[in-house]
């Protein structure tokens, strides 16, 4: 499993670095090295995390499903019930 980790404190450029990093996480997913990979958004500086975490870039891009981004609480959630 893969997991790239983005934090945004203030605004900045993070934003504008999600969609090629869910590129490389589903190419590296595609070649067979992993199962699944997960791009997990934390900080408080994002102003299209919920975009993101909510299925925004499926219009655009097409990903696998093992490919997933979530907010961290989300993330965390999932984690603590064993659901990754």
Known sequence: ????????????????KVPF???C????VQQGGYNKAYL?????GWSLRD???????D???RLPAEVRILKLEDYIALANQGQL
């Open 25 to 28: 996480l589903a190419h590296a």
């Open 51 to 57: 975009f993101y975490a909510n299925k925004g870039l």
């Open 1 to 16: 499993m893969l997991i790239s980790l983005k934090w945004q404190q203030t605004s900045g450029t993070a934003e504008q």
């Open 21 to 23: 990093e869910v590129i």
């Open 59 to 61: 219009s655009f891009l």
């Open 40 to 44: 997990v958004l934390g900080g408080a």
